[in-house]
């Protein structure tokens, strides 16, 4: 069973660019989860989706922007990049939204954006 | 911000049991305690989670004390395996509230 799956896994780009991040959640998960961790932090909630909707978004801006597919994948987009966007993005994936019952959140292994 | 307080860096012998505390002080009755922890490289990982009896899986046992105010995650026979950053974390006991991050400890065991 495969879990979390992100693409890529390095990517450079230049400040001012746009750039997106693409996530595959655990099978039988519907719910993705984005966070950002900068070097020595711990990461940071940016958005969540389920039924291809944002549900809950962290203190980011507008710049930061996701989609959910129907087959639950999502994708992280990053417009007019700062050298301040540098850092590791990782999504996670969970299910049962609507349920009260706790299910643990899987993370992907990240991706490492370097803006220069 | 998050709701913890933890120590920032922390060493066991490999093979010792390594306790990990965690301070929590405002932590609100309906709010649960968690642990993840993060191998360099890799994404978070799940541990285990607790209201306020003590917990134990196969990976590691929590004990919450009786206020609530704090706890301990405890790794019985720590392996090199087992360095990583480690993060408490309180939450809502519903699985899609967000996970509030601190810096965690940084737990090193050494052979």
């Known amino acids: 069973d495969a879990g979390v799956t992100q693409s890529p896994t390095h990517l450079i780009k230049t400040r001012g660019q746009q750039v997106t991040l693409r996530c595959s959640p655990k099978?039988?998960?519907?719910?993705v989860s984005w966070y950002q961790q900068a070097l020595g932090q711990g990461p940071q909630f940016i958005f969540q989706y389920y039924e291809e909707e944002e549900r809950q978004r962290g203190n980011f801006p507008d710049r930061f922007s996701g989609h959910q597919f129907p087959n639950y994948s999502s994708e992280l987009n990053v417009n007019a990049l700062l050298l301040g966007d540098s850092a590791l993005y990782l999504c996670?994936?969970?299910?049962?939204?609507?349920?009260?019952?706790?299910?643990?959140?899987?993370f992907g292994p990240g991706t490492r954006l370097t803006v220069t | 911000d998050a709701k913890t307080t933890q120590p920032t860096s922390m060493d066991c012998a490999e093979g010792r049991a390594a306790n990990l505390p965690c301070n929590h002080s405002?932590?609100?009755?309906?709010?649960?305690v968690y642990w993840y922890r993060q191998i360099h490289s890799q994404g978070p990982q799940y541990i285990i989670h607790g209201l306020k009896n003590n917990e134990t899986n196969e990976m590691a046992s929590l004990i919450i004390t009786e206020d609530r105010k704090s706890s301990t995650l405890i790794l019985p026979h720590a392996t090199l395996r087992d360095t990583a950053v480690y993060y408490c974390?309180?939450?809502?006991?519903?699985?899609?509230?967000?996970?509030?991050f601190g810096k965690g400890t940084r737990l090193s065991v050494i052979a």
């Open positions: 099978s039988g998960h519907d719910t």
């Open positions: 405002t932590i609100s009755g309906n709010e649960y």
């Open positions: 974390i309180v939450r809502v006991h519903s699985g899609n509230t967000p996970l509030v």
């Open positions: 996670a994936s969970s299910r049962g939204y609507r349920d009260r019952t706790f299910y643990e959140q899987y």
